[in-house]
């Protein structure tokens, strides 16, 4: 097997970080990967937030919390210390399969850098709301953007979960 496949096969999301901080190469490897995910028309209309510093990925945190309806105290970023928000650029017609990609791309990267990651939801509605505004205005950035998903990365607290095996049936082939 080779090193990709077993990567794709052994990547699994991961629901439990140490609060430990990820060295900023790591950070940067993963994001690099996120930038090479095929786009569009080639037109690479993601964009990636990396978010590391403690009061705003809380703050990113309790919104997407209370936009998922959990209770005050629940982290939907399970103590990950580095939140990738993707977001994409609205004008773009593939602007969610490209931040999509993206994400794709550092899931795997991330894993094969020995650190866990999860894709996390509700992004989306984060950037509906003024807060998303706020973000925007904070790294600068001008435009409409959709919000994608989020990586949320650190290092796993515990054990790799195991590879689960795929469900039969969902290959056709039309020869
Ligand atoms: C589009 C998408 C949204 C997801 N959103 C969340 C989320 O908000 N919270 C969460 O715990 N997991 C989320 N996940 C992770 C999935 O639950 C996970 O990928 C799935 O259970 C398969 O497990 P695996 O990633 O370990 O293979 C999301 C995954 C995808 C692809």
């Known amino acids: 097997m080779s090193e990709l496949t077993k990567l794709m096969k052994e990547r699994r999301s991961i629901r439990k ?4 901080e990820v ?3 790591l950070i940067d490897a993963v994001i690099e990967a996120g930038e090479y995910a095929a786009s569009g028309h080639g037109k690479q209309a993601s964009r990636i937030i990396a978010v ?3 009061e705003m990925r809380d703050r990113i945190a309790d919104e997407n919390r ?7 105290g629940f982290d939907p970023f399970y103590g990950a210390p580095v939140i990738l928000l993707v977001i994409a650029d609205k004008e773009v017609p593939t602007a969610v399969y490209d931040g999509s990609l993206t ?3 550092m899931l795997l990267k991330a894993h094969e850098l020995g650190l866990g990651s999860i894709w996390i939801h509700r992004a989306k509605e984060e950037m509906e709301s003024s807060f998303g505004a706020e973000l925007l205005k904070a790294v ?9 998903g989020h990586v949320a990365l650190g290092w796993t607290d515990g054990e790799n979960p195991p590879v689960i095996p795929r469900k039969e049936g969902r290959v056709f082939y039309i020869d």
């Open 17 to 20: 970080f140490k609060p430990d």
């Open 23 to 25: 060295p900023r190469e």
């Open 103 to 105: 994400i794709g791309n």
């Open 52 to 54: 590391t510093n403690k």
């Open 66 to 72: 209370r936009i998922g309806g959990w209770q005050e």
């Open 140 to 148: 600068g950035l001008d435009g409409e953007f959709i919000g994608v």
